[in-house]
């Protein structure tokens, strides 16, 4: 993917990714190899949390001590870590119906309700423990056969090391095993209290199964982090047949939000051929319609790309992402201010406040070059970080906005704070500290400079 195409292309970003100009860079120029590629996409988050929140609600979870991460990986995986659930864009994708990656999440949340994040770490201390004294215990046994001449006692020793370390993982990964039928158990739990059909998770292993993804075939059982997919798939069948909503479907409306959130993946990975591959069955639907506009888009024909967005809108004028769409096609374009009236159009319509919308109002007005929409770039800008604080690609942009306006310091404050939200904390407190050498002492930006060069 090229930088600058689109928003969802310019966001995919390394986790704690490091930048290195005095203005944060395109994102997808800041992913280094070995990193975590996240995405934030308004429209795709909006609809996982929709997902999530009654799941998590049913977990006793609240919502908001739940962080969502989108993972730019087409493979279906889904895994917890913390008080976050990473769920990679191919398990969306992937799944069919919106129940099937319900069906994901409820089983993650059943790991993040059992709380089987620290208990693992307990359980690997532990496994380290065991690895170590029987090493150790090894080592004993094998220094006493040298000493008194036993080559049978000094293989037993080596033996003995060899049984010690396998013992600690076999330990390990039983407990592991153990925690996945929990979670699974605990997901037809959540998706009975709230009305959603188990089916969507039973399919996903299905499919898992055919596709060979799940470990426990031609493997050694005991060394799998998780049951056979057999065993799996064998007590889902029986549990969640049980269940009084098992041929509950998914409501049409939100089985098209689902699809255009599937289209936007494609196009975004794989273009229009992976649209169509994707949607093969009905090309003429909207979900493929959408894909094909982002695919043209990102081919570089944006009079073509417009022509197909008017006509999407016509059909659905109160959809807010197809003005989204819109917004970045002129931004790519270089028609800045048209572009913000579309973001502004789509934040309108958009379900709840969306910060990330909110700030492209702001930053495509910065890319409008009009100095005299500069001040209401970073208003704009600002209310977007006010709803989503970490939202460190808008940075650049404010950056760039304060840069128009002559404000350096203020430029490189806010370049502090990008580095600051992306976890470049060496990089943050060098802008913090030349930020601060151009404010009064006292001051809130002088004393925001002073608490980034202060973290530790």
């Keep these: 993917m090229k930088p600058g195409l689109g928003r969802l292309t310019r966001t995919i970003v390394a986790f704690a990714a490091a930048v290195a100009t005095v203005v944060l860079p395109p ?21 996982i949390r929709d997902y999530t929140e009654p799941l998590l609600r049913a977990a006793g979870l609240q919502s908001n001590r739940v962080e969502i991460v989108l993972v730019n990986d087409l493979s279906f995986n889904a895994f917890v870590a913390g008080r976050r659930i990473f769920i990679n864009t191919g398990t969306i994708l992937n799944s069919e119906t919106p129940n099937e990656t319900i069906g994901v999440i409820a089983h993650e949340i059943g790991h993040l309700a059992g709380g089987h994040q620290e208990r693992l770490r307990d359980q690997l201390a532990r496994a380290q423990v065991i690895a170590v004294v029987a090493g150790l215990l090894g080592a004993g046994v094998a220094v006493a056969g040298a000493a008194g001449g036993s080559s049978a006692a000094a293989g037993a020793g ?14 390990l990964m039983s407990y592991q095993r153990t925690e996945e039928i929990t979670a699974d158990r605990s997901a037809l739990t959540y998706l009975r209290k709230t009305g959603q059909s188990p089916k969507g998770l039973l399919d996903s292993f299905d499919g898992l199964l055919r596709n060979n993804m799940l470990s426990g075939r031609g493997t050694d059982r005991y060394l799998s982090s998780h049951p056979a997919p057999q065993d799996r798939i064998g007590f889902l069948q029986t549990a969640a047949r049980e269940s ?211 973290t530790r």
């Design 27 to 47: 994102v997808a120029e800041a992913q280094q190899r070995g990193r975590l590629p996240v995405v934030r996409d308004a429209q795709i988050e909006g609809l």
């Design 158 to 171: 080596s033996g003995i090391m060899m049984g010690g370390g396998g013992l600690a993982r076999r330990g």
């Design 244 to 454: 009084p909503y098992f041929d509950r479907k998914d409501s049409p409306e939100l089985q098209l939000r689902h699809d255009l959130a599937r289209a936007k993946i494609a196009a975004y990975n794989g273009g229009a051929t992976l649209v169509r591959q994707t949607f093969g069955r009905d090309l003429h639907s909207q979900p493929a319609l959408y894909g094909d506009v982002i695919a043209t888009q990102l081919s570089g024909v944006p009079s073509g790309a417009l022509a197909k967005i008017d006509r999407l809108i016509q059909q659905s004028p109160r959809n807010p992402w197809f003005y989204e769409v819109k917004g970045e096609i002129l931004m790519e374009a270089g028609r800045g201010k048209e572009a913000a009236t579309q973001f502004r159009r789509a934040a309108e319509l958009a379900p709840g406040r969306s910060g990330l919308l909110q700030a492209s109002i702001g930053q495509a007005l910065v890319t409008s070059g009009d100095p005299s929409q500069m001040k209401q770039a970073i208003t704009e800008i600002r209310r977007g970080l006010d709803l989503e604080p970490n939202n460190y690609n808008a940075y650049r942009f404010l950056a760039m906005a304060y840069g128009h306006t002559g404000d350096v310091g203020a430029a490189e404050l806010a370049t502090a704070e990008g580095y600051w939200q992306a976890g470049n904390f060496r990089e943050s407190k060098v802008f913090a500290a030349r930020a601060q050498q151009k404010f009064r002492p006292g001051t809130p930006q002088w004393q925001q400079a002073q608490d980034i060069i202060q």
